[in-house]
């Protein structure tokens, strides 16, 4: 857009738009890789108690370090990968998003350097230039895959101070196996580099998490959400799993209270309830096996995914075309801006029957 002349926005950032997908009323969402179902009556209501509790002291500020549930998140990996982190291993705020910003305001700027491998998370890039990051950018192969070695010549090359790689990969689903996430680690730590790990779908995966790999390599930072798997996106809890001298230095750019009473005691509740919450996880990945098997009926073809989503291709029109005729069937899914490619969120059986029946009718 063009901006005022009595706007003094910087020029770096003038040619930029928000950030956001479509939201459209009245249509079934499969583009922003939700969880497809409601918290269960036993937990919304624990959450509407602890709340409730929290409310008549909200004249206070919010614990400043979350230490309750920085905690429970320690609690809760050491649980499902077998590790032995505390509260000082781990860092949480309003969704990932915020701890990639905070990551980056620490560790980056103007004369560091921040190394990705695109097509991947689009928020990468854009956090690193708002936050006066040079971008470096390293291409996946043509199965959107990791090319290792190439990767480790990028990092011999550039020296960045980040890399980050995402594992299981929006928008493609592929995973980079621990074995390759091993090597990276060890090439950015010769380069003095944190390996930044972004593995918001890790729940969707049989891939071992590289946390697994922080007690070895000083150098391996992990970002996760509770948005997909525990169903709590419109909480926004993001956390980050790293060595203490990491956390400590987050906590020079954090904003003084960043993170709610309320948002703490919701989140404290979610983790407390963690096998209800993540109950519908094997569901969903056996939707995700049907999905796939509906796109490839019709003749299209998926990218290996080990996330909530699939990305697919094959349809004689182009994305957009394709994207706007699901839209006029009442079924929102994503243009990720890559050619010839469109993203599916798998949704409930419900919402997926209307996918694939609506897809039968736009390959006919």
């Not at 708002?130 to 990767?151: C, H, K, M, Q």
């Not at 230095?249 to 009473?261: D, F, G, K, Q």
């Not at 073809?301 to 094959?314: D, E, K, M, V, W």
């Not at 075309?321 to 419900?350: H, N």
Request: glycine content about 6%; charged content about 20%.
């Amino acid at each position: 857009m063009s901006w005022p002349n009595w706007l003094p926005l910087r020029a770096d950032l003038a040619d930029l738009s928000p950030y956001g997908a479509p939201q459209i009323d009245g249509v079934i969402h499969l583009n922003t890789n939700e969880n497809p179902f409601p918290l269960p009556n036993v937990v919304a209501s624990a959450i509407t108690e602890r709340i409730s509790a929290v409310a008549s002291g909200l004249n206070r500020y919010p614990d400043r370090d979350a230490i309750t549930l920085r905690t429970k998140l320690a609690r809760y990996i050491n649980e499902v990968s077998n590790t032995v982190f505390t509260y000082d291993d781990i860092w949480a705020a309003n969704g990932s998003n915020e701890i990639l910003q905070t990551l980056l305001l620490a560790c980056g700027g103007s004369e560091s350097l921040v190394l990705g491998f695109t097509p991947s998370y689009s928020v990468h890039p854009l956090i690193a230039r708002i936050t006066g990051t040079p971008w470096i950018n390293g291409n996946r192969t043509d199965a959107f895959d990791l090319d290792v070695e190439s990767a480790i010549e990028k990092i011999e090359k550039n020296a960045p101070k980040l890399v980050f790689v995402t594992t299981p990969n929006n928008p493609t689903g592929n995973v980079i196996p621990l074995s390759d996430l091993r090597k990276l680690a060890e090439a950015a730590a010769r380069k003095s580099a944190l390996l930044v790990v972004d593995e918001a779908y890790q729940e969707f995966s049989t891939e071992i998490s590289a946390v697994t790999l922080i007690a070895e390599y000083a150098n391996v930072v992990v970002t996760r959400t509770m948005s997909k798997a525990f169903a709590f996106a419109g909480a926004r809890v993001g956390y980050l799993i790293a060595r203490p001298e990491l956390i400590h230095a987050l906590l020079i750019v954090r904003l003084p209270y960043h993170l709610s009473a309320i948002t703490q005691a919701a989140a404290e509740v979610a983790l407390d309830h963690q096998d209800e919450l993540q109950a519908e996880v094997n569901l969903l990945i056996s939707e995700r096996t049907r999905v796939k098997a509906g796109l490839e009926q019709v003749g299209l073809r998926t990218i290996p995914s080990s996330a909530n989503f699939l990305l697919f291709t094959g349809f004689s029109l182009s994305s957009s075309e394709v994207w706007q005729r699901f839209l006029d069937r009442g079924v929102l899914i994503r243009d990720v801006g890559l050619a010839g490619y469109l993203r599916v969120t798998i949704g409930s059986p419900a919402e997926n029957d209307q996918f694939l029946a609506m897809l039968k009718e736009i390959a006919a």
